[in-house]
């Protein structure tokens, strides 16, 4: 059976009517006839404004992901685990990894175009005696991985302020407390924009991509023009250090494959808005393959200049600002005024990204709360009339990130287990919802129309995907150096399976009993 809409007109699934009003406007709140189609099968009311184009939910994700820009805020990692040559060499495999797997959910995305996002395609796609539990424990996955980064983009814009304090006041003495202040103040500035600018979101992701694509080459001429190159190409490419100690090149650089990851995490933040972009079963996919090759091409470009005018790395490591990549401007450019520049930059980047973060977590813990997955459900899942905006799980997710913040003035390390396990959370979701895909396939069980197909390459895509994305969650759960002590350990695999028992102790005992899965909502006659 077909379905029909109230208009009594039929949807053809691969042709797209520009809409439903008669004068051929699609109205904003309903979207597409596609749009109201897949709202439709899948059981959902249209609550949010579909404000969203193609180019505005591609800045978004461009935004957020941020590639090139955390090649220089977040390479030291790989830089000791594997040198410059490991580094650009894990950078371009884990392009190639995560594309697989960008494409592959791409494909979900357009077949089930829903804020849930991965949740909901594991509870319609995963074998029925597994649906219900492996969406709930997905679910909260999605929970931690996206809340946690509210407070880890927070806190590396704070870090970044504070490196320029320094850079312009040498005699600054920094404090745990200054910077969970200044974190407390970014996620501030965030909530206010979330709430009250929220309309103007679209056309302010428009105005951050230019800055974003503008910024990259504000930054990439004055390190070509004027800065020293320390090393050749040849040399860069092929350098190869084990810094950390690990006795083996290859392992070394597998350990610091966990900078490219970070460069590469969050490619469903778009998914999690899908819900407030118009004809999103065709801009939603496309808009998420675009961002993987843009930002992965800027990347690779920023990551390679970044490399050639680092110098020796353990003057980097010991640049009073904390903040490598200050350093390298100042080396570059002998001037403050000019290295100020082109940190605030960096500084505008990510306090943006913070604010694309918000949008996405706070829809997220939305969608999972309206279908019943949380606690005080009702109340997260309530969106104020007028508005159009999920106010209350908006207010959840800057709660939160200001109490992880304050783990900070304990210590440091924990604050930085603690904010860095959202990587590990999301890559797992991706694991799970990409790898019940592929059993479909494998099984030869039909998949939903989708207007973006992988076709007959999408089982051995998936295939690669999965294997991939286990390598990478494995990895992230290494500490930086062999034998470490007890605060330089990686504590993230006890945090991150506390956080699965207590999600699946809350479904045993309350969960199973109040959650059904989004595929119960499901029409069942598409």
């Not at 791409?106 to 804020?115: D, F, L, V």
């Not at 074998?127 to 983009?153: E, H, R």
């Not at 990510?350 to 709360?369: D, E, I, K, L």
Request: proline share 5%; glycine share 10%; charged share 10%.
């Amino acid at each position: 059976m077909s379905a029909v809409f109230e208009n009594g007109k039929t949807p053809d699934p691969y042709e797209v009517d520009e809409g439903s009003d008669g004068d051929g406007v699609v109205a904003e709140k309903k979207g597409t006839d596609f749009d109201q189609r897949d709202m439709h099968r899948m059981g959902k009311t249209q609550e949010l404004r579909r404000n969203f184009r193609f180019v505005t939910i591609f800045g978004f994700t461009m935004v957020l992901m941020a590639t090139w820009e955390a090649q220089l805020s977040a390479n030291i990692f790989g830089l000791i685990n594997g040198g410059t040559g490991g580094l650009i060499w894990m950078y371009l495999g884990s392009f190639v990894g995560f594309f697989a797997a960008i494409v592959s959910m791409a494909e979900m995305a357009s077949m089930a175009p829903t804020t849930g996002g991965q949740y909901h395609w594991v509870s319609e796609f995963a074998p029925k005696s597994g649906q219900k539990f492996l969406s709930y424990i997905v679910g909260w996955l999605c929970v931690l991985g996206w809340q946690v980064g509210n407070t880890a983009i927070a806190f590396l814009s704070s870090q970044q302020i504070q490196g320029l304090i320094i850079l312009n006041n040498p005699n600054y003495v920094p404090q745990r407390w200054h910077l969970t202040l200044l974190v407390i103040a970014v996620m501030t500035f965030c909530q206010l924009f979330n709430t009250f600018l929220a309309r103007k979101l679209p056309l302010v992701e428009g105005i951050i991509l230019i800055l974003h694509i503008c910024g990259f080459f504000a930054i990439l001429i004055p390190l070509w023009v004027l800065g020293d190159r320390a090393e050749s190409a040849h040399t860069v490419f092929t350098t190869f250090t084990d810094g950390g100690g690990w006795g083996n090149i290859g392992l070394s650089c597998l350990i610091g494959m966990l900078t490219p990851i970070f460069s590469f995490i969050g490619p469903d933040s778009a998914t999690h808005m899908a819900e407030e972009l118009r004809d999103a079963s065709k801009s939603l996919p496309w808009a998420m393959v675009a961002t993987a090759i843009v930002n992965g091409a800027l990347g690779f470009v920023m990551l390679v200049t970044f490399c050639m005018m680092a110098g020796n790395i353990e003057d980097l490591l010991a640049t009073p600002t904390g903040q490598p990549f200050i350093q390298v401007f100042y080396n570059a450019t002998g001037s403050k005024a000019g290295t100020s520049a082109m940190t605030a930059i960096m500084i505008t980047m990510a306090t943006f990204g913070c604010v694309t973060n918000v949008a996405t977590s706070s829809r997220q813990v939305w969608a999972f709360a309206r279908d019943q997955g949380l606690p005080f459900s009702p109340w997260l899942a309530h969106v104020r009339p007028g508005w159009d905006l999920p106010l209350n799980s908006i207010m959840i997710s800057y709660l939160i990130a200001v109490l992880l913040s304050l783990i900070n003035l304990g210590s440091t390390v924990a604050f930085n287990i603690v904010t860095s396990l959202g990587t590990g959370a999301l890559l797992c979701s991706y694991i799970v919802s990409i790898g019940c895909v592929t059993l479909k396939r494998l099984r030869k069980e039909p998949l939903l129309p989708s207007r973006f197909s992988l076709g007959r390459y999408g089982l051995p895509i998936n295939i690669f995907s999965v294997l991939f994305l286990c390598l990478a969650f494995v990895m992230t759960f290494f500490p930086s150096v062999p034998h470490p002590t007890p605060v330089g350990m990686n504590w993230n695999i006890l945090v991150f399976g506390t956080v699965v028992v207590f999600s699946v102790t809350y479904f045993a005992f309350r969960g199973r009993h109040r959650y059904a899965g989004p595929v119960e909502y499901v029409k069942k006659d598409y």
